[in-house]
């Protein structure tokens, strides 16, 4: 059984936010980059997976620049077996920033065809760009059946059953044959850290490069980012923490009328 | 149907999901803006979708499309992306709009997909300033910490929006008269791959935080579980219920029921009190009733500051314990 995990490489959470010079992408001078985070939780699933299953192979894959690198490394020492690193130049022409969510899928899905895996695994949604979509094209591109929000995997003789979330706290049961394609969401797992044999070892694993196709015309267009405008006027407390602790005291009691 | 809109609506039940008429209320300003007729889809099995056909036939809109088939029964993406993909190819409308529901969110990118297009999800905003430019379509970056506007380039191809939860009023969908067609697409069962099982909750619900009056509600900020006996003391001087947001109840530090969000309980207490909690839409959607809402980031930018009544811009190390100590003070004096 061969997994492949699509993992993307995201900034930090408390990264600064800054919008670039030409107003229509995000300022990366000063980013810190991390695995996104549903990412880490579809690749703990695959790995766990292959525990259970006794024998697969799992192939993280990311299409990017040069920096991604670290993030892949990052998913072979927690135990991926070899990483596909589908090579973006880092700004300009052909750059992830210049494509759209169906380019990208495009790029990833001709990397997960060369793998001829037997089951495909993204996060939902992407902390960046919150498209949650790249899965999903993927899945239609592929031609295979999909399901997303997907919290645990089990094997079954002939395809896999998948437990999913859906609104407000419900649950649901999927099944479906494989080849499949499955977006994760958070909290089906504890995360596992990487161990430093783990670390050792990654330097060891395979990453193959393989060059991105030339990006094709963007079907939607970003025309410009800008800082949100405030709807609502915050009161903003400003003080020791002593004096806002007082100010809210005054508050919850003769307004909130809370205490 | 030049400029036509066709909203794709979701049903709940024998009713309506919440957000359909959010959507509508956003295809109708579209086709409003645009100059062209608003026209609205309901899928489902025949019987069980009459009804709701009938409702939507006293909504201003052009046409009402009930797309009936026993297997539209249940949801499935591939029921759903085939049907659609039927209808849209008869109705020829220019944009599609759809609420951005977790149905949505399974079918719509592989549907726009299939019709060569991209889904321009969870719009906050459709902005039309002259009619001969198209629209603009707001979307959120980086956890609303940007607002990205985009454009639909596609070659005259069907633009596919979807629309974040409470961006759209429900109630200011227009009412008037329309006429009901039904459309019957094309189905086959051994093209449905996928098997569906019946919605189910985890566990009985312990606690009930929907009518619970205080809320103090911890996020990622509080860094570690040892560090939640804080929150937990402010909660016990304010004799509140403790909530969380998702990477908490991810990491185990709370139980799951007590998650507030699109994927837990919706709350509506007479105070929220959002400790180290970035205000991600999914949080937002579950605590926006509140009547109160305080918060404490040390992020002057964090989106909880643009749903709070007061903000306190600080480390929550410093001030939840002057906090809790202020509240027993006051409870003593
Ligand atoms: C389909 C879907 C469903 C989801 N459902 C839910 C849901 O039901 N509920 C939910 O909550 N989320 C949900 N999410 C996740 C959501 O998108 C966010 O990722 C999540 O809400 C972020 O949680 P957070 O604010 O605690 O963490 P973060 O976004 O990491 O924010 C932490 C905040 O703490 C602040 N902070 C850090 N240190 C300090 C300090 N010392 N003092 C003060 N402030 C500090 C930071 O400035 C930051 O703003 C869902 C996501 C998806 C895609
Ligand atoms: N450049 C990329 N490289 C690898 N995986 C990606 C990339 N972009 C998106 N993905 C995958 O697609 C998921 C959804 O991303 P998005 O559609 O941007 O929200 C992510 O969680 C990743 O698993």
Redesign the interface.
């Given at each position: 059984m061969k997994i492949v995990v699509a993992v993307k490489q995201v900034p930090e959470r408390d990264a600064v936010v800054r919008v670039a010079a030409d107003g229509r992408g995000l300022d990366e001078r000063d980013v810190t980059w991390t695995m996104n985070e549903p990412d880490a939780y579809a690749l703990e699933e695959a790995l766990q997976l292959k525990e259970r299953a006794g024998e697969a192979e799992v192939v993280v894959l990311c299409a990017g620049p040069e920096r991604v690198q670290s993030t892949l490394r990052e998913a072979l020492a927690k135990g991926a077996d070899r990483a596909v690193h589908v090579v973006t130049p880092e700004s300009g022409a052909g750059s992830l920033g210049e494509r759209d969510s169906l380019d990208v899928a495009r790029l990833l899905a001709e990397a997960v065809k060369a793998e001829a895996a037997d089951l495909v695994l993204t996060g939902l949604q992407s902390d960046d760009l919150g498209a949650g979509q790249t899965g999903v094209v993927m899945a239609e591109l592929l031609g295979v059946p999909h399901a997303t929000l997907v919290l645990q995997v089990e094997l079954l003789g002939n395809g896999i059953k998948v437990k999913r979330e859906l609104e407000d706290g419900w649950m649901q049961q999927v099944e479906m044959p494989l080849p499949a394609l499955l977006t994760v969401q958070s909290g089906g797992n504890r995360l596992r850290y990487a161990t430093l044999m783990g670390i050792k070892r990654a330097r060891q694993k395979e990453m193959r490069e393989v060059s991105a196709a030339a990006a094709a015309k963007r079907v939607d267009e970003v025309v410009k980012v800008s800082p949100p405008t405030r709807v609502k006027r915050t009161e903003m407390l400003t003080g020791s923490a002593d004096e806002i602790a007082a100010t809210l005291v005054e508050r919850l009691r003769f307004e909130v009328k809370v205490l | 149907m030049s400029n036509g809109v066709l909203v794709v609506l979701e049903t709940k039940g024998a009713g309506w999901h919440r957000m359909s008429f959010e959507a509508l209320a956003a295809g109708q300003k579209l086709a409003a803006d645009m100059g062209g007729a608003c026209s609205a889809a309901v899928l489902g099995e025949a019987a069980a979708i009459a009804p709701l056909a009938a409702e939507l036939a006293t909504k201003r809109l052009a046409t009402v499309w009930m797309v009936g088939d026993a297997l539209l029964a249940q949801y499935t993406?591939?029921g759903w992306?085939a049907a659609l993909a039927q209808l849209i190819a008869e109705v020829k409308p220019k944009y599609v709009v759809l609420p951005h529901?977790?149905q949505v969110?399974?079918?719509?990118?592989?549907l726009?997909?299939?019709m060569?297009?991209?889904?321009?999800?969870?719009v906050t905003a459709i902005q039309v300033a002259v009619a001969a430019d198209g629209p603009?379509f707001v979307?959120?970056?980086?956890?609303?910490?940007?607002?990205?506007?985009?454009?639909?380039?596609?070659d005259g191809?069907v633009c596919f929006v979807s629309v974040q939860a409470g961006s759209f009023r429900g109630d200011a969908v227009e009412s008037g008269a329309s006429e009901v067609k039904t459309f019957a697409p094309t189905l086959e069962a051994a093209k449905i791959?996928?098997?569906?099982?019946?919605?189910?909750?985890?566990a009985a619900q312990t606690v009930d935080l929907s009518s619970a009056?205080?809320i103090v509600s911890v996020g990622?900020g509080i860094g570690e579980q040892e560090n939640l006996k804080l929150v937990e003391a402010l909660a016990t001087a304010?004799?509140a219920e403790i909530a969380a947001s998702?990477?908490i109840?991810?990491?185990?530090w709370l139980p799951?029921?007590r998650?507030v969000g699109?994927?837990?309980?919706?709350v509506a207490p007479?105070?929220y009190l959002a400790v180290g909690i970035?205000g991600a839409i999914q949080h937002l959607v579950g605590m926006k009733g509140a009547?109160?809402v305080?918060?404490i980031n040390k992020?002057a930018?964090a989106?909880i500051?643009?749903?709070?009544?007061?903000?306190?811009?600080?480390d929550l190390f410093?001030?939840v314990?002057?906090?809790t100590?202020?509240?027993e003070?006051?409870?003593r004096g």
């Open positions: - | 993406a591939d992306i529901t977790y969110r399974d079918f719509a990118p592989a726009a997909t299939r060569g297009e991209v889904l321009i999800g969870d603009v979307r959120q970056w980086m956890q609303g910490k940007l607002n990205a506007e985009y454009r639909h380039g596609g191809g791959r996928t098997k569906p099982g019946e919605a189910f909750r985890e009056p205080v990622r304010l004799g998702r990477p109840c991810d990491a185990g799951m029921e998650q699109s994927s837990g309980q919706t007479k105070l970035s009547k109160t305080i918060a992020d930018d989106p500051f643009e749903v709070a009544d007061i903000g306190v811009v600080g410093e001030v314990p002057a906090l100590k202020a509240i003070g006051a409870a």
